[in-house]
């Protein structure tokens, strides 16, 4: 291959590394243009964004919509309440080793049921189940707390290295909370970079542009 064509190809990964690194430099210097209620709405949005990213690689890469993704990060809270409220944990870390399981086995449950459809009957399904879960978690009030949800205490990040106290401890909690998801979060851009251009990626794209010819190269 000659050298003008390969740096041809590599001019749009140096232009989106370029813009993806100008973002996470925004995203670091936010907290020093910010009080702490905004900063709380921009944690909120990345762990949304977080959510989304596994959204995307349903719906965008794969071609399969579904109603009953917000099911999932139901799970994983709930999982973590009870995990805070019979185990008495505290600990963020120990809060995603609980959730992230959790969520993985439930989303094994209803995928083994909703992937033999495609299509509206995929979505239909996905909604059915997500309705379920929702039902549950109203009507079984004294377990979940119903429409109150259940109470978690701040947790400790780090392990219990990073501690908050006096007038402005929970401003501290807050900036440094926000960098813990800021950090989550870019973990999952390059862990779901990885996956969307590994074959099992491309595999997910053929199951989206056509279904029958993937099914065929199995």
Known sequence: MKPGIQSFRDRPMVRLAAAAGLILLILILLPAYFETYQMQ?????????????GFN?????TGLLSFGHS??????AYSVAFAVQYLGAHSMEFY???GVPAVAITSALLGYICVRHTQIFFGILTLALSQVLYSLALKLYWVTGGSDGLRVPRPSLLMGLLT????????QFITS???YVLAVFVVCVV???????????KALQAIRDNEVRARFLD
């Open 57 to 61: 690689l349903l719906l965008g890469y």
């Open 191 to 201: 862990f779901m970079w990885v996956i969307v251009h590994s074959p099992f990626g």
């Open 164 to 171: 908050f106290s006096g007038p402005s401890g929970f401003r």
């Open 177 to 179: 909370y926000y960098y």
């Open 96 to 98: 995603i080793l609980i």
């Open 41 to 53: 709405l921009l944690t909120y949005g990345l762990i949304a964004a977080i959510a989304a990213l």
């Open 71 to 76: 099911a999932y990060f139901g799970v994983g």
